[in-house]
């Protein structure tokens, strides 16, 4: 079963714009984590925030966590065409310590 | 360091058949996971092996299993393979298990495409 729900489902924006993704979860959580895969590839770790943090960064990334809301967003700054890729946000739940993924944000990066 | 390795990359297999899959994880880590990815259902987890040991399972049916050896590499196997069970399968090794360091290191990926 899904934990996370990133939105939007796909993102297009042009080189050197900012991209915002969104994941929304439901239950009690130890972290959350963003990571990346390019297509047909392993998945890549970004970034973990943990449950009594607001906010990391970490290069071009900037985490936010809002627990109360259950929300987390990862803002990708001055974007390049080796962003293009689809992010997932994972959850490590506090019931039974596993990582769930979300469905993923296929961000792509135009020219 | 070398990375999590899975093999093979890619195989076809035919329904009815089963599949074992490989995965090495980088050396020193005691916790591998496994999970399906799809374009419908996304990545679903399958189980986690740590120290020999399967400590979470998913929503899987029994066709389904995997086991750890006691140098940490770990197989999972699919029997009487079903058209859905096309997919990306991806393994994940970490140091001390998920629930403890939260960072897992991906593998490629074993393909699998049943017809």
């Known amino acids: 079963s899904q934990q996370g729900e990133e939105d939007p489902q796909a993102l297009s924006i042009q080189e050197g714009e900012n991209a915002t993704m969104n994941c929304s979860y439901k239950?009690?959580?130890?972290?959350l984590q963003w990571y990346r895969q390019n297509s047909g590839r392993g998945l890549v770790h970004l970034i973990l925030i943990r449950s009594n943090e607001r906010e990391k960064h970490s290069g071009r990334l900037r985490v936010t966590l809002d627990t109360s809301k259950k929300s987390s967003s990862l803002l990708i700054t001055a974007s390049r065409a080796a962003d293009t890729a689809s992010y997932f946000c994972a959850t490590g739940e506090n019931r039974d310590d596993k990582i769930i993924f979300g469905k993923g944000t296929r961000l792509h990066i135009l020219p | 360091k070398a990375g999590v390795t899975q093999t093979p990359r890619y195989l076809i297999k035919t329904r009815g058949q089963q599949v074992t899959l490989s995965c090495s994880p980088i050396?020193?880590?005691?916790?591998v996971s496994w999970y399906q990815q799809t374009p419908g259902q996304g990545l679903q987890f399958l189980f986690e092996y740590f120290s020999e040991t399967q400590r979470n399972k998913g929503n899987f049916p029994g066709r389904f299993s995997g086991r750890q050896f006691s140098n940490s590499r770990s197989e999972m196997n699919v029997s009487t393979l079903e058209l859905g069970d096309s997919a990306l399968y991806l393994c994940?090794?970490?140091?001390?298990?998920?629930?403890?360091?939260?960072?897992?290191?991906f593998g490629e990926g074993s393909r699998l495409t049943v017809l």
């Open positions: 239950t009690s959580i130890n972290n």
């Open positions: 994940a090794s970490s140091p001390n298990g998920q629930g403890l360091t939260g960072e897992l290191f």
């Open positions: 050396s020193g880590h005691r916790s």
